[in-house]
Protein backbone atom coordinates (compact mmCIF):
# COMPACT_ATOMS: atom_id res chain seq x y z
CA UNK A 1 0.00 0.00 0.00
CA UNK A 2 1.34 3.31 -1.18
CA UNK A 3 2.12 5.94 1.70
CA UNK A 4 0.15 8.52 2.65
CA UNK A 5 1.12 12.27 4.13
CA UNK A 6 -1.62 11.00 7.54
CA UNK A 7 0.74 7.87 8.04
CA UNK A 8 3.36 10.17 9.23
CA UNK A 9 1.28 10.43 12.35
CA UNK A 10 1.40 7.17 13.26
CA UNK A 11 5.69 7.14 12.98
CA UNK A 12 5.59 10.37 14.97
CA UNK A 13 5.57 9.01 18.42
CA UNK A 14 8.42 6.86 18.13
CA UNK A 15 10.49 9.53 16.39
CA UNK A 16 10.21 11.85 19.01
CA UNK A 17 10.83 9.12 21.77
CA UNK A 18 13.84 8.42 19.68
CA UNK A 19 14.69 11.84 19.68
CA UNK A 20 14.44 12.39 23.36
CA UNK A 21 16.55 8.84 24.14
CA UNK A 22 19.63 10.12 21.47
CA UNK A 23 19.41 13.69 21.87
CA UNK A 24 20.80 15.67 19.17
CA UNK A 25 22.21 12.38 17.68
CA UNK A 26 21.82 12.00 13.52
CA UNK A 27 18.09 10.42 13.43
CA UNK A 28 19.46 7.02 11.61
CA UNK A 29 16.13 5.24 12.23
CA UNK A 30 14.27 7.46 11.56
CA UNK A 31 15.50 8.03 8.30
CA UNK A 32 15.36 4.51 7.48
CA UNK A 33 11.80 4.10 9.09
CA UNK A 34 10.50 7.39 5.99
CA UNK A 35 12.76 5.50 3.58
CA UNK A 36 10.92 2.21 4.53
CA UNK A 37 7.62 3.80 4.23
CA UNK A 38 8.61 5.57 0.66
CA UNK A 39 8.05 8.86 2.03
CA UNK A 40 11.53 10.30 -0.17
CA UNK A 41 10.18 9.36 -3.18
CA UNK A 42 6.69 9.79 -2.69
CA UNK A 43 6.22 12.34 -5.39
CA UNK A 44 7.08 10.48 -7.96
CA UNK A 45 4.22 8.34 -9.38
CA UNK A 46 3.40 4.70 -9.03
CA UNK A 47 5.32 3.53 -12.26
CA UNK A 48 8.26 4.95 -10.47
CA UNK A 49 7.90 3.50 -7.47
CA UNK A 50 5.99 6.33 -5.93
CA UNK A 51 2.80 7.49 -4.25
CA UNK A 52 2.30 10.27 -6.65
CA UNK A 53 1.73 12.83 -3.54
CA UNK A 54 1.35 16.71 -4.41
CA UNK A 55 2.79 19.44 -3.10
CA UNK A 56 0.23 19.54 -0.47
CA UNK A 57 0.61 16.30 0.61
CA UNK A 58 4.25 16.88 0.86
CA UNK A 59 4.00 19.76 3.10
CA UNK A 60 1.39 18.19 5.13
CA UNK A 61 4.01 15.18 5.44
CA UNK A 62 6.79 17.83 6.80
CA UNK A 63 4.57 19.55 8.95
CA UNK A 64 3.55 16.32 10.71
CA UNK A 65 7.10 15.01 11.03
CA UNK A 66 8.43 18.44 12.49
CA UNK A 67 5.55 18.02 15.33
CA UNK A 68 7.36 14.92 16.37
CA UNK A 69 10.35 15.44 15.00
CA UNK A 70 11.98 18.82 13.77
CA UNK A 71 15.18 17.73 13.30
CA UNK A 72 13.92 14.95 10.86
CA UNK A 73 11.29 17.01 8.96
CA UNK A 74 14.54 19.52 7.97
CA UNK A 75 16.20 16.55 6.43
CA UNK A 76 12.96 14.94 4.72
CA UNK A 77 12.10 18.36 3.17
CA UNK A 78 15.57 18.04 1.17
CA UNK A 79 15.17 14.57 -0.79
CA UNK A 80 11.91 15.34 -0.93
CA UNK A 81 11.31 18.85 -2.74
CA UNK A 82 13.69 17.14 -5.15
CA UNK A 83 11.54 14.64 -5.11
CA UNK A 84 8.08 17.10 -6.01
CA UNK A 85 10.66 18.95 -8.44
CA UNK A 86 11.44 15.71 -10.87
CA UNK A 87 8.24 14.11 -10.34
CA UNK A 88 6.67 16.22 -12.39
CA UNK A 89 5.94 16.22 -16.24
CA UNK A 90 3.72 18.90 -17.09
CA UNK A 91 4.98 20.26 -20.32
CA UNK A 92 7.45 23.13 -18.93
CA UNK A 93 10.36 20.56 -20.28
CA UNK A 94 11.77 21.35 -23.70
CA UNK A 95 11.40 19.58 -26.36
CA UNK A 96 14.98 18.91 -27.46
CA UNK A 97 15.87 17.60 -23.29
CA UNK A 98 12.33 15.46 -22.89
CA UNK A 99 13.95 12.13 -23.32
CA UNK A 100 16.71 12.98 -21.24
CA UNK A 101 14.26 14.47 -18.43
CA UNK A 102 12.58 11.45 -18.63
CA UNK A 103 15.81 8.94 -18.17
CA UNK A 104 16.85 11.25 -15.51
CA UNK A 105 13.29 10.92 -13.93
CA UNK A 106 13.76 6.94 -14.49
CA UNK A 107 17.51 7.12 -13.15
CA UNK A 108 16.66 9.54 -9.52
CA UNK A 109 13.89 7.27 -9.09
CA UNK A 110 15.33 4.14 -9.13
CA UNK A 111 18.24 5.74 -6.56
CA UNK A 112 15.13 6.58 -4.24
CA UNK A 113 13.89 3.11 -4.09
CA UNK A 114 17.41 2.00 -3.33
CA UNK A 115 17.28 3.82 -0.53
CA UNK A 116 19.97 6.18 -1.29
CA UNK A 117 19.52 9.59 -0.01
CA UNK A 118 20.18 12.65 -2.07
CA UNK A 119 21.05 16.13 0.12
CA UNK A 120 20.95 19.73 -0.71
CA UNK A 121 24.57 21.08 -0.57
CA UNK A 122 23.69 24.65 -2.09
CA UNK A 123 23.96 27.30 0.35
CA UNK A 124 27.77 29.41 0.27
CA UNK A 125 29.60 31.40 2.98
CA UNK A 126 28.03 35.50 2.85
CA UNK A 127 25.91 34.43 -0.07
CA UNK A 128 22.55 35.59 2.06
CA UNK A 129 20.91 32.50 0.26
CA UNK A 130 21.10 34.53 -3.20
CA UNK A 131 21.90 32.57 -6.06
CA UNK A 132 23.31 35.05 -8.04
CA UNK A 133 26.16 35.12 -5.17
CA UNK A 134 26.69 31.58 -5.65
CA UNK A 135 31.02 31.23 -5.85
CA UNK A 136 31.15 27.61 -6.57
CA UNK A 137 31.78 26.69 -10.31
CA UNK A 138 31.37 23.40 -12.59
CA UNK A 139 33.62 23.34 -15.57
CA UNK A 140 33.59 20.42 -17.49
CA UNK A 141 37.08 18.04 -18.12
CA UNK A 142 38.85 16.51 -20.94
CA UNK A 143 36.62 13.71 -20.74
CA UNK A 144 33.44 15.78 -20.94
CA UNK A 145 32.98 15.28 -16.96
CA UNK A 146 31.86 18.46 -15.17
CA UNK A 147 33.83 19.16 -12.13
CA UNK A 148 32.63 21.50 -9.47
CA UNK A 149 34.99 23.54 -7.05
CA UNK A 150 33.99 25.79 -4.11
CA UNK A 151 33.15 25.49 -0.54
CA UNK A 152 29.43 25.14 0.68
CA UNK A 153 27.79 25.62 3.99
CA UNK A 154 24.74 23.82 6.49
CA UNK A 155 25.03 20.67 3.67
CA UNK A 156 22.25 18.49 6.10
CA UNK A 157 22.70 15.03 5.86
CA UNK A 158 26.21 15.38 6.12
CA UNK A 159 28.28 11.89 5.64
CA UNK A 160 25.16 9.94 5.50
CA UNK A 161 23.91 10.66 2.12
CA UNK A 162 24.53 9.45 -0.57
CA UNK A 163 24.40 12.17 -3.32
CA UNK A 164 24.67 16.31 -3.15
CA UNK A 165 22.55 17.85 -5.28
CA UNK A 166 24.75 21.32 -5.54
CA UNK A 167 24.36 24.57 -7.30
CA UNK A 168 27.40 25.77 -9.19
CA UNK A 169 27.75 28.30 -11.95
CA UNK A 170 28.80 27.06 -15.53
CA UNK A 171 30.08 28.63 -18.75
CA UNK A 172 27.64 29.43 -21.24
CA UNK A 173 30.07 28.18 -23.36
CA UNK A 174 30.13 24.56 -22.48
CA UNK A 175 26.27 25.00 -21.25
CA UNK A 176 24.54 27.15 -23.86
CA UNK A 177 21.57 28.70 -22.70
CA UNK A 178 22.46 28.09 -18.74
CA UNK A 179 20.71 29.98 -15.83
CA UNK A 180 22.57 31.90 -13.44
CA UNK A 181 23.26 28.50 -11.28
CA UNK A 182 22.54 25.02 -12.54
CA UNK A 183 22.27 21.72 -10.44
CA UNK A 184 24.49 18.85 -9.90
CA UNK A 185 24.20 15.45 -8.50
CA UNK A 186 27.85 14.59 -6.85
CA UNK A 187 28.54 11.46 -5.21
CA UNK A 188 29.63 12.49 -1.03
CA UNK A 189 32.14 9.34 -1.80
CA UNK A 190 33.45 11.27 -5.26
CA UNK A 191 36.91 12.36 -5.27
CA UNK A 192 37.46 16.12 -4.38
CA UNK A 193 34.82 16.14 -1.65
CA UNK A 194 35.30 17.07 1.95
CA UNK A 195 32.52 16.72 4.51
CA UNK A 196 34.06 18.89 7.13
CA UNK A 197 32.53 17.69 10.54
CA UNK A 198 31.80 21.25 11.99
CA UNK A 199 27.84 21.76 12.65
CA UNK A 200 27.32 22.92 15.97
CA UNK A 201 23.71 23.98 15.58
CA UNK A 202 21.92 26.24 17.84
CA UNK A 203 18.77 23.95 17.24
CA UNK A 204 18.04 21.35 14.45
CA UNK A 205 21.43 19.83 16.10
CA UNK A 206 20.23 16.20 14.98
CA UNK A 207 20.87 17.62 10.86
CA UNK A 208 24.16 16.99 10.71
CA UNK A 209 24.33 20.27 8.43
CA UNK A 210 28.11 20.46 7.55
CA UNK A 211 30.29 22.54 5.46
CA UNK A 212 31.25 20.75 2.31
CA UNK A 213 34.79 21.30 0.18
CA UNK A 214 34.49 20.99 -3.81
CA UNK A 215 37.81 20.51 -5.02
CA UNK A 216 37.23 19.49 -8.87
CA UNK A 217 34.95 16.88 -7.98
CA UNK A 218 33.44 14.86 -10.87
CA UNK A 219 29.87 15.62 -10.66
CA UNK A 220 27.73 12.60 -11.62
CA UNK A 221 25.32 14.95 -13.98
CA UNK A 222 23.96 18.41 -14.16
CA UNK A 223 20.50 17.94 -13.40
CA UNK A 224 17.69 18.50 -15.69
CA UNK A 225 18.47 20.77 -18.37
CA UNK A 226 19.91 24.29 -19.08
CA UNK A 227 18.20 27.16 -17.39
CA UNK A 228 16.15 24.36 -14.90
CA UNK A 229 15.84 26.52 -12.08
CA UNK A 230 14.28 29.24 -13.58
CA UNK A 231 12.23 27.65 -16.26
CA UNK A 232 10.39 24.56 -13.72
CA UNK A 233 11.33 26.92 -10.34
CA UNK A 234 11.74 23.83 -7.82
CA UNK A 235 12.51 25.91 -5.41
CA UNK A 236 9.47 26.59 -4.54
CA UNK A 237 8.34 23.58 -3.85
CA UNK A 238 11.14 23.57 -0.72
CA UNK A 239 10.25 26.89 -0.09
CA UNK A 240 6.41 25.27 1.14
CA UNK A 241 8.33 21.99 2.70
CA UNK A 242 10.50 24.08 4.66
CA UNK A 243 7.55 26.94 5.83
CA UNK A 244 5.79 23.63 7.19
CA UNK A 245 8.91 23.13 9.74
CA UNK A 246 8.44 25.90 12.17
CA UNK A 247 4.29 25.07 12.01
CA UNK A 248 4.83 22.24 13.16
CA UNK A 249 7.16 23.24 15.89
CA UNK A 250 4.12 25.37 16.19
CA UNK A 251 1.78 22.18 16.84
CA UNK A 252 4.50 20.62 19.05
CA UNK A 253 4.44 23.56 21.82
CA UNK A 254 0.84 23.74 21.58
CA UNK A 255 0.54 20.32 22.39
CA UNK A 256 3.28 20.55 24.82
CA UNK A 257 1.22 23.61 26.70
CA UNK A 258 -2.45 22.36 26.22
CA UNK A 259 -2.15 18.96 27.76
CA UNK A 260 -2.92 18.22 30.18
CA UNK A 261 -5.17 21.26 30.11
CA UNK A 262 -4.83 24.41 31.57
CA UNK A 263 -7.01 25.39 34.61
CA UNK A 264 -5.78 29.05 34.73
CA UNK A 265 -8.35 31.34 32.52
CA UNK A 266 -5.56 33.69 31.32
CA UNK A 267 -3.59 30.24 30.16
CA UNK A 268 -6.77 29.07 28.68
CA UNK A 269 -7.21 32.35 26.74
CA UNK A 270 -3.85 32.26 25.07
CA UNK A 271 -3.73 28.96 24.22
CA UNK A 272 -6.56 29.68 22.34
CA UNK A 273 -5.54 32.76 20.86
CA UNK A 274 -2.45 29.92 19.39
CA UNK A 275 -4.50 27.91 18.40
CA UNK A 276 -6.29 30.45 16.13
CA UNK A 277 -2.80 31.68 15.03
CA UNK A 278 -1.66 28.45 14.03
CA UNK A 279 -4.82 27.29 12.24
CA UNK A 280 -4.40 30.56 10.29
CA UNK A 281 -0.85 29.97 9.45
CA UNK A 282 -1.87 26.25 8.46
CA UNK A 283 -4.62 27.34 5.97
CA UNK A 284 -2.36 29.51 4.38
CA UNK A 285 0.69 27.68 3.99
CA UNK A 286 -1.96 24.77 2.99
CA UNK A 287 -3.34 27.36 0.44
CA UNK A 288 -0.23 28.42 -1.51
CA UNK A 289 1.27 24.51 -1.49
CA UNK A 290 -1.93 23.36 -3.10
CA UNK A 291 -1.43 25.88 -6.27
CA UNK A 292 2.20 24.54 -6.51
CA UNK A 293 2.85 23.46 -10.47
CA UNK A 294 6.43 23.33 -12.49
CA UNK A 295 6.50 26.38 -14.19
CA UNK A 296 3.88 28.05 -12.19
CA UNK A 297 5.47 32.04 -13.13
CA UNK A 298 6.55 35.54 -11.34
CA UNK A 299 3.32 35.39 -9.48
CA UNK A 300 2.93 32.33 -7.87
CA UNK A 301 6.70 32.06 -6.96
CA UNK A 302 5.65 36.29 -5.10
CA UNK A 303 3.09 34.21 -3.56
CA UNK A 304 5.46 31.48 -2.57
CA UNK A 305 7.94 33.63 -0.69
CA UNK A 306 5.84 36.23 0.79
CA UNK A 307 3.81 32.45 2.39
CA UNK A 308 7.39 30.75 3.37
CA UNK A 309 8.25 34.63 4.94
CA UNK A 310 5.03 35.21 7.15
CA UNK A 311 4.53 31.40 7.68
CA UNK A 312 7.77 31.39 9.35
CA UNK A 313 7.97 34.44 11.27
CA UNK A 314 4.85 33.69 12.72
CA UNK A 315 5.59 30.69 13.57
CA UNK A 316 8.53 31.16 15.57
CA UNK A 317 7.04 33.78 16.89
CA UNK A 318 4.23 31.81 17.96
CA UNK A 319 6.91 29.20 19.13
CA UNK A 320 8.60 31.52 21.07
CA UNK A 321 5.67 32.92 22.96
CA UNK A 322 4.20 29.20 23.93
CA UNK A 323 7.69 28.39 24.91
CA UNK A 324 7.45 31.56 27.53
CA UNK A 325 3.79 30.16 28.53
CA UNK A 326 5.36 26.49 29.18
CA UNK A 327 6.82 26.87 32.47
CA UNK A 328 10.11 26.68 34.37
CA UNK A 329 9.56 22.95 34.11
CA UNK A 330 10.20 23.01 30.34
CA UNK A 331 13.52 25.35 30.96
CA UNK A 332 16.20 22.72 30.80
CA UNK A 333 18.60 22.33 27.75
CA UNK A 334 17.38 18.96 26.85
CA UNK A 335 13.57 19.40 27.41
CA UNK A 336 11.48 18.29 24.30
CA UNK A 337 10.09 21.73 24.62
CA UNK A 338 13.20 24.19 24.69
CA UNK A 339 14.62 21.96 21.70
CA UNK A 340 11.74 22.38 19.86
CA UNK A 341 11.68 26.29 20.85
CA UNK A 342 15.56 26.46 19.28
CA UNK A 343 14.46 24.44 16.33
CA UNK A 344 11.67 26.47 15.19
CA UNK A 345 13.94 29.35 14.42
CA UNK A 346 15.82 27.50 11.27
CA UNK A 347 13.08 27.89 9.79
CA UNK A 348 14.15 31.88 9.38
CA UNK A 349 17.25 30.30 8.10
CA UNK A 350 16.00 28.26 5.72
CA UNK A 351 16.21 29.62 1.78
CA UNK A 352 15.02 32.54 1.23
CA UNK A 353 16.89 33.38 4.79
CA UNK A 354 14.23 36.32 6.35
CA UNK A 355 16.06 39.28 5.60
CA UNK A 356 16.53 37.66 1.65
CA UNK A 357 12.62 37.05 1.59
CA UNK A 358 12.15 40.67 2.99
CA UNK A 359 14.31 42.29 0.57
CA UNK A 360 12.85 40.63 -2.37
CA UNK A 361 9.36 41.32 -1.17
CA UNK A 362 10.06 45.25 -0.79
CA UNK A 363 11.84 44.83 -4.29
CA UNK A 364 9.03 43.38 -6.34
CA UNK A 365 6.30 45.07 -4.00
CA UNK A 366 2.75 43.79 -5.17
CA UNK A 367 -0.46 43.80 -3.33
CA UNK A 368 -1.19 40.26 -3.86
CA UNK A 369 -4.18 38.80 -3.61
CA UNK A 370 -5.06 42.38 -1.82
CA UNK A 371 -5.15 43.70 -5.55
CA UNK A 372 -7.56 41.37 -7.11
CA UNK A 373 -10.97 39.75 -6.28
CA UNK A 374 -9.39 36.64 -7.71
CA UNK A 375 -9.52 32.93 -5.96
CA UNK A 376 -5.85 31.63 -5.44
CA UNK A 377 -6.38 29.87 -8.13
CA UNK A 378 -5.66 32.05 -10.96
CA UNK A 379 -2.69 33.65 -8.76
C1 LIG B 1 19.49 24.15 10.38
C2 LIG B 1 19.78 24.57 8.99
C3 LIG B 1 19.86 23.61 8.01
C4 LIG B 1 20.17 23.97 6.71
N1 LIG B 1 20.25 23.01 5.76
C5 LIG B 1 20.67 23.32 4.54
C6 LIG B 1 20.89 22.32 3.56
O1 LIG B 1 20.67 21.13 3.81
N2 LIG B 1 21.38 22.68 2.38
C7 LIG B 1 21.65 23.96 2.07
O2 LIG B 1 22.10 24.23 0.97
N3 LIG B 1 21.44 24.96 2.95
C8 LIG B 1 20.96 24.66 4.17
N4 LIG B 1 20.77 25.67 5.08
C9 LIG B 1 21.07 27.04 4.70
C10 LIG B 1 19.84 27.91 4.43
O3 LIG B 1 19.07 27.30 3.47
C11 LIG B 1 20.18 29.37 3.97
O4 LIG B 1 20.21 29.49 2.60
C12 LIG B 1 21.44 29.88 4.44
O5 LIG B 1 21.38 29.81 5.83
C13 LIG B 1 21.62 31.34 3.94
O6 LIG B 1 22.87 31.74 4.22
P1 LIG B 1 23.31 32.43 5.59
O7 LIG B 1 22.24 32.32 6.60
O8 LIG B 1 24.62 31.81 5.91
O9 LIG B 1 23.40 33.92 5.17
P2 LIG B 1 24.65 34.91 5.17
O10 LIG B 1 25.19 34.89 3.81
O11 LIG B 1 25.56 34.66 6.31
O12 LIG B 1 23.86 36.24 5.43
C14 LIG B 1 23.40 36.57 6.75
C15 LIG B 1 22.05 37.16 6.68
O13 LIG B 1 22.08 38.35 5.90
C16 LIG B 1 21.18 38.30 4.84
N5 LIG B 1 21.74 38.84 3.60
C17 LIG B 1 22.98 38.64 3.15
N6 LIG B 1 23.14 39.28 1.96
C18 LIG B 1 21.97 39.86 1.69
C19 LIG B 1 21.47 40.65 0.63
N7 LIG B 1 22.23 40.98 -0.42
N8 LIG B 1 20.20 41.08 0.66
C20 LIG B 1 19.42 40.78 1.71
N9 LIG B 1 19.81 40.04 2.77
C21 LIG B 1 21.07 39.58 2.75
C22 LIG B 1 20.87 36.82 4.63
O14 LIG B 1 19.59 36.61 4.12
C23 LIG B 1 21.06 36.22 5.98
O15 LIG B 1 19.87 36.17 6.70
C24 LIG B 1 20.41 25.34 6.39
C25 LIG B 1 20.30 26.32 7.39
C26 LIG B 1 19.98 25.94 8.67
C27 LIG B 1 19.87 27.01 9.71
Known amino acids: ?216 AVAERMAGYPDFIATMQPLTYWFCLFAAIPLGCARSLLRAVGEPEPVSPALRLRVSEAVMRYEALRAYLRETAREWRPGAGAEYAARVLRTKTYVTQEATKLCAELFALSGGRHYRRTSPVARTFADSFAGTALRPPLPLGLEQLTEQFSLGAAGTAQEPAAI
Request: hydrophobic share 40%; net charge negative.
Open 1 to 216: MKVRAGDIADLGPAFARRDQAQVDSYPQDNVADLQTAGVFGAPFGPALGGAGWDTLESTMAVEELAAWSPSTALLAAMPLGLAGAFASDDGVVPGDYRGRWLDEQQWLAGQYVAHHIFAACNSEKGAGGSLDATKAVARRDDDGRFRVSGEKILASFGEHADYFFSTAKVDPAEVPGCGVVEFFFVRTDAEGVDILGDWDGFGMRATESHTVVYRD
